[in-house]
């Protein structure tokens, strides 16, 4: 049973994605924003994160460089969960280690399928 942390500043939407995944078998714990994120990164290692990107303090962007920076749970597999919709930001973020990116309003059973995707590509 993979875990997952889920990290977004938006309740509903942080809700309804770990919802999802738990509903598909996946242990699932969630963070509010970037910060949060980043601790519990540190403490422990699931084997994947959805991550927002537009999040107040701490952007997803910089939750990915963080984490790179700092080495935390390098074997997690991440996928993006955002409204943002550019190439620009789409490459950004694979650019700096996402290995999924899933678009806002999202149907729930694709990103299940992306965060499956993503921890059987890296597991």
Do not use: W
Not at 36 to 41: E, G, K, M
Not at 53 to 66: F, N, R, W, Y
Request: glycine residues 4%; contains cysteine; proline residues 6%.
């Amino acid at each position: 049973m993979p875990r997952v942390l889920v990290v977004d500043d938006n309740p509903v939407a942080r809700h309804v994605a770990a919802l999802s995944l738990e509903l598909a078998g996946m242990e699932v714990e969630q963070a509010a924003d970037g910060a949060a994120a980043l601790d519990r990164l540190a403490d422990d290692s699931p084997d994947a994160v959805v991550l927002d990107i537009m999040m107040p303090g701490v952007s997803g962007h910089e939750v990915l460089a963080q984490r790179r920076a700092r080495n935390l749970a390098p074997a997690a597999a991440v996928v993006m969960l955002t409204c943002k919709t550019d190439d620009v930001d789409v490459s950004r973020a694979f650019a700096a280690g996402a290995d999924g990116y899933v678009t806002k309003p999202f149907d729930p059973d694709e990103l299940v399928r992306a965060v499956r995707a993503a921890v059987y590509r890296l597991h």
